[in-house]
């Protein structure tokens, strides 16, 4: 440390002017900083739902629908894989979580079972040859009763790709609102968190969530009655399906089981307006575009059941063939049904319903008192903290209390960069990182005393007291690193914003305490040149 090395001094001015730039513009509000140049930075620290206010909704997947579905349509392709092969049975159906059915000629069992093998794929992970887990168990008694179900392995894989697929459609749902950092994340084996900062109401969340939104276009069986559908009385490969307008006079529609395009083909819906009325005009993708024109082609001056989660909300009469893959879903609409509707159809359906299981909304007031509270105990702190270090340390003090603000700067700098979410246990993280880094410059200047003490020259002691401190100022926050990162690691939420400021409050306190307070007092001394150290 004899001498000035310019790369020091220049590392700390460069760093800490950039950071300056960065954390400045959480000083003002959103709309003064939209209104800057674009060549200044913009970036601001998100607050979390605890400081700006929102909604907090838990969610359950309903993972036994998905079961339910995939058993129904394993029963379809039992009897498809039977009847092609001319194999007798009879009760073919589901019972006590299984697809069960009884051969007519109990000599048919090796055949069956060797039909089932076939509809019995193996895993995804396992599809390269490794391992040898299937998606269903068979089972045969010997009497020609078989029954073919989930395996362990089976169910899980279902019910990952459900909560997975359910995690993404509820991500595209949010961000198609504009919300700003929305928290959407898996909890448990079936469960999402949402966090929405800035939404007051979580109403317009919950019926944007709440629904599955599966749309499908299946043909109305013109020929039927609804009176004799709603007797029991339906024509065969039909199903009898509410109207989801409320002036609908017969309030059902009679429509053929077999979908003839699925809202799976679409990429986009908006609202629009069709003679002064709210409609959500949508568009195919290449596939359900060639289908769609066929159908229309096929069914001309025939009625179109669009139907979205099991209701049908339009059912117009093919006038002439579409042919260029879009189309316009008529109803009872207003202005805002029609924009949700379209929000749903763009992001996709759920595979499984979500059941709210928790939710809360933060008012904006209670936000604002936590930021009131947290900042008045963050300035309370520096300023206690920068009284006791000049009074005890005099100018050495100062100098730490430069770094103290420099070591602020940075936090709030790496905050906006991340785009990390600040929270109330995220504040209290950087009021903790305070005293911390004050500790640090304590074990520098009372080792620098000793050395003082020991008859050293204040060059010597200055050199020798940073080298020697440096080795337990390192240890002792390299432990708290790894206790923050443990914490991000296993913890959630409100631990987790902990953690991260905590973390970045260690790495520039390192910084700090090993550049900027030395390179201050190197340059101090050497300007001075002072006989005895103020300590």
Do not use: C
């Not at 100062?398 to 109330?424: K, M, P, R």
């Amino acid at each position: 440390m004899s001498a000035l090395q310019p790369w020091k001094i220049w590392t700390v001015v460069v760093v800490l002017l950039a950071a300056l730039v960065v954390a400045v513009p959480n000083l003002f509000n959103r709309e003064t900083v939209a209104s800057w140049p674009d060549f200044l930075p913009k970036g601001q620290i998100n607050l979390g739902l605890d400081l700006q206010g929102g909604s907090h909704l838990l969610l359950e997947v309903g993972v036994d629908t998905v079961i339910d579905e995939r058993l129904e349509e394993l029963v379809g392709e039992v009897r498809l894989a039977l009847r092609r092969e001319r194999i007798g049975y009879r009760g073919l159906g589901v019972q006590d979580g299984m697809v069960r059915f009884t051969l007519t000629e109990p000599a048919d069992s090796d055949r069956a079972m060797d039909l089932l093998g076939d509809i019995n794929p193996l895993l995804p992970s396992t599809a390269f040859g490794i391992g040898t887990a299937r998606e269903f168990a068979v089972e045969d008694n010997g009497e020609g009763r078989l029954a073919i179900g989930f395996s362990e392995e089976g169910r899980g894989e279902r019910v990952r790709a459900a909560v997975n697929q359910s995690l993404e459609v509820v991500r595209r749902r949010i961000d198609e609102l504009g919300t700003r950092e929305p928290t959407i994340q898996r909890q448990g084996d079936d469960r999402i968190l949402v966090q929405v900062p800035g939404e007051r109401d979580p109403t317009a969340i919950k019926n944007l969530l709440g629904r599955t939104a599966r749309l499908t276009f299946q043909m109305v069986d013109m020929e039927a009655s609804i009176a004799d559908a709603r007797a029991g009385r339906l024509p065969p490969g039909t199903v009898l399906l509410p109207s989801a307008d409320p002036d609908d006079g017969a309030g059902a529609w009679v429509v053929q089981r077999r979908i003839e395009v699925s809202g799976e083909n679409l990429v986009d819906a908006q609202p629009s307006f069709q003679d002064n009325q709210p409609v959500v005009s949508f568009r195919f993708d290449n596939v359900g575009a060639r289908r769609f024109g066929t159908i229309t082609q096929e069914h001309t001056n025939e009625l179109f059941a669009i139907v979205l989660d099991g209701q049908v909300i339009s059912a117009p009469r093919i006038r002439e063939p579409i042919l260029g893959g879009s189309g316009i879903i008529s109803g009872n609409f207003t202005v805002e049904s029609a924009n949700e509707l379209s929000i749903l159809l763009r992001a996709g359906a759920l595979p499984a319903p979500l059941v709210i299981l928790e939710e809360r909304s933060v008012g904006p007031d209670l936000g604002a008192d936590s930021i009131a509270a947290g900042r008045t105990a963050s300035i309370i702190g520096i300023i206690l903290v920068a009284v006791f270090m000049a009074l005890y340390y005099g100018r050495f003090g100062l100098f730490a209390d430069v770094a103290l603000v420099s070591n602020i700067v940075l936090i709030l700098a790496a905050l906006t960069l991340l785009g990390a979410t600040l929270t109330l246990p995220g504040i209290a993280g950087i009021v903790l990182t305070i005293g911390m880094a004050v500790d640090a410059n304590v074990l520098i200047f009372e080792r620098i005393r000793e050395e003082v003490r020991a008859g050293r020259t204040p060059l010597a002691a200055i050199e020798t007291g940073f080298k020697e401190a440096m080795r337990t100022i390192v240890d002792a926050n390299v432990t708290t690193l790894i206790a923050a990162v443990l914490l991000f690691q296993f913890g959630s939420g409100p631990v987790k914003g902990f953690a991260v400021t905590l973390a970045i409050g260690i790495l520039t306190t390192l910084f700090t305490a090993t550049l900027v307070t030395r390179v201050i007092v190197l340059f101090w001394y050497r300007r001075t040149r002072p006989a005895a150290l103020p300590l």
